[in-house]
């Protein structure tokens, strides 16, 4: 399994952006897909964007697209969450997961949580009216 450490999130106005990222580390080579949930309180843990490591290939919420985007550096080892025109419905941990290699015919279903390993710790982004 990836260790992940999210990073980046804090206070921002709305209407503002703000770059979360995802460092990963151990088990990089076995990574299938990253993605970021976020959870607001009182709410479940919500999808909200997906890569898949090796294509790029990206999917999102209806929420967020056009809004949000996702991108991996695999330099780096690290995913992204670049957040544009946020409102106060953004308002959440926002948690990043990693999905292990699929075993061929295997379906991988991205918005769900049972289907990632790894999970970091989340961090905090409120947007102020």
């Known amino acids: 399994q990836a260790q992940l450490v999210e990073s980046g999130g804090g206070l921002v106005q709305a209407g ?3 770059k979360l990222s ?3 580390s151990g088990q990089i080579s076995n990574t299938y897909a990253m993605a970021w949930f976020r959870q607001a ?3 479940e843990r919500e999808f909200v964007a997906v890569i898949v490591w090796n294509s790029e290939t990206t999917y999102y919420a209806d929420s967020v697209k056009g809004r949000f985007t996702i991108s991996r550096d695999t330099a780096k080892s690290a995913a ?3 957040m544009n025109r946020l409102n106060h419905e953004d308002t959440a941990v926002y948690y990043c997961a990693s999905a292990p290699l699929r075993t061929p015919g295997t379906a991988f279903f991205p918005t769900r949580t049972a289907g990632y390993d790894s999970w970091g710790r989340g961090t905090q982004v409120t947007v102020s009216s």
Do not use: D, N, T
């Open 80 to 82: 992204y969450l670049e």
């Open 16 to 18: 503002g952006s703000v």
């Open 41 to 43: 309180p009182g709410k």
């Open 22 to 24: 995802c460092a990963a």
